[in-house]
């Protein structure tokens, strides 16, 4: 990202007596500041409904930067000064008076120190607040420019399914223009998502070998170790294809399959990703599941400790049918990638924390050393491991030492940590820096959430399907239901173990 100079803004966080805040925002913005590339002079104003004074609030941020921060606090006059520009304003999200007491603490600030006024909301509420938020930030007038910008940032979910999506993407082009809203999708500011940009448009070797004359097919696996925690509620109501498949995996099918952007900035990025998830096949309601599977888990151990099953969980209902992994299977119709599968899996519980893609080529149309033993080895895959362990690795052939004619896959191994030393930063560290940039790149547009949703319609109808079969039962810390085995091998493959 090109130097940008200093600019004053203040931030309002909705909601900051929540789970975002104390694990995700202040702790990126402490990073941020910390390593001296957050833009000053700023100022962060927590806003949540219980009644907490400055200091109280100051205190819970400092314990949840000790958590969750990337960059530890290095010394108490550090974070004083940081903490200094904390503060916090209390009540309700659907009462107009909130809305005057933010104005005059922005008027405060503002007055306070040079330059524009500069405002970025952050609505990190659950999102049954996000109408009376949006509703009564047109209706105070704190939507509206005040010299400077005025920005909003709106947390995922976003919408429930295609109709909500709508009717909140309407809304918010009823009080901002679009230009002034950032949809985050954190997996968007994730390093090596960025690096897949620029792995495939920055080396002149991948461009053209990235196509269906060379590729055979594509897996995108987002696998998570933990179950829902303390979420129970929350995920009862979403499951595994409106958590992560409808926004996070998506957009790295997305990133995987565009054509070149002219730039990348984020006109060129969205237009691009946009004409991907026209080209994705649609989903025919009477063959879902020949496209879509669902699982669920159950008991089982992780990390060689008892884990209950998604049912047993809190919030969950003992008969429930939500998934807690998905599988799909889809096709992007364009000339690039026709014939191409797309295989895309999530689920928690399973038996690691691991998110990759893998891109596997055609075998070589003759194999000569047919003297091999074993037949030869597996074909080529280029695999980019988003997390942990961030890197990208090339399966080659290569003969084993020794008389025999003997082949063996090995790696060219490329790891983030070892190359670049320190750890990455972290997704909502970068996508908050851009906000206050505005640069909305690595944000999601309103035509691809409504696309997203759209594609997806179909799946989520049929299994909210009263008579629609339950989820397949798989044990925690496994890779899934058998189910998904069969599944992917009807085209006569098979999934990964990453
Ligand atoms: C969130 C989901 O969007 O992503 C969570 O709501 C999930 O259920 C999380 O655990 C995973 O994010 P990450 O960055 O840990 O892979």
Redesign the pocket.
Known sequence: MPALADEPFTLVIFGASGDLTRRKLVPALWSLYAGRTLPEPFAIIGSARSAVSDDEFRRRMREAVREFARVKPPSANVWDRFASSLSYVNGDPADLALYASLERALRDIEKARPGPANRLFYLATPPSLYDAIVENLGASGLARPQGGWTRVIVE??FGHDYESALALNSRLARVFREEQIYRI???LG?ETVQNLLVLRFANGIFEPLWNRNHVAEIQIT?A?S?G?ET?GA??EE?GALR??MQ??LLQLLCLIALEPPVTFDAGPVHDEKNKVMRAIRPIDPRKVDEVALRGQYGPGFVGGKPVPGYRQEKGVAPDSKTETYAALRLQVDNWRWAGVPFYLRTG?RLAK?V?EIAIRFHRTPHMIFHRDPAGGVDPNELVIR??PDEGVALTVAAKMPGPELKLLPVGLDFRYGEVFGAEPPE?YERLLLDAVHGDSTLYARADWVEQAWSLLSPVLDAWAHDGAPAPYLYEAGSWGPAEADSFIARDGGAWRTP
């Open positions: 995922k979910p999708d954190h997996y994730k987002v998570e933990i829902v979420r929350y995920y979403a958590d992560m926004n996070h928690k924390r998110s988003i997390q997704a």
